[in-house]
């Protein structure tokens, strides 16, 4: 019989626990609820009474995701003072997380579903909101006119676009050697430029 490694109760935490090492070792989803079960010290079956499938689980790591980011942006002060700061590093933390958390990423913003539950739709939108808001608010310390919603998509766009070019491909760490900057350097320039 296998030795319970989890508190009473709490068998739930504990799976999402072990599934996040899974993603941060693995650097992928390719793992079983077969194999989250064994390293959690339970059951297949315990682990199914907390969850309906694999794509349950992953929804779940993926909202906490999209939890983390949100909290990274709202520490991020707005600074009346000095308005174009703070949107450089709203977007900077933004390309950090995806630097420093690339399975989180990748989970979360390049994995496709057709039906997602309302947890994850929440998490997301509160995420987006955060970006909106402080597009609204920079718009209005610069006394500008343009539509809030349509300036969030394009810085977005922006830091995501970089996010992916630094985790798909080699181009930034070329670029980064040769203008002497390091991805973040380069990311704050990206920034800049489009204010």
């Not at 000095?82 to 933004?94: S, T």
């Not at 990748?106 to 309302?118: P, Y």
Request: charge should be positive; glycine fraction near 4%.
């Amino acid at each position: 019989m296998k030795r319970s490694s989890y508190h009473h109760g709490d068998l739930k935490n504990s799976i999402i626990k072990t599934c996040h090492k899974l993603l941060q070792k693995k650097g992928s989803t390719d793992f079983s609820l077969r194999e989250v079960a064994n390293l959690s010290g339970v059951s297949h079956a315990a682990v199914y009474r907390h969850f309906q499938d694999k794509e349950e689980v992953l929804e779940i790591l993926s909202s906490i995701g999209f939890e983390r980011l949100g909290l990274l942006q709202k520490k991020i002060p707005q600074n009346k003072a000095n308005p174009d700061d703070y949107f450089v590093k709203l977007g900077l933390v933004y390309v950090q997380f995806a630097i420093k958390n690339p399975n989180y990423y990748k989970l979360m913003f390049l994995t496709k579903r057709s039906n997602e539950t309302s947890i994850l739709k929440r998490s997301k939108l509160k995420s987006y909101a955060i970006l909106v808001r402080g597009c609204r608010f920079y718009l209005k310390s610069k006394r500008r006119k343009e539509n809030h919603r349509s300036f969030a998509l394009m810085a977005w766009s922006l830091v995501h676009g970089y996010s992916n070019l630094c985790l798909e491909t080699e181009f930034p760490d070329k670029e980064s050697k040769a203008l002497k900057k390091s991805k973040l350097e380069m990311a704050e320039d990206i920034l800049r430029f489009a204010l």
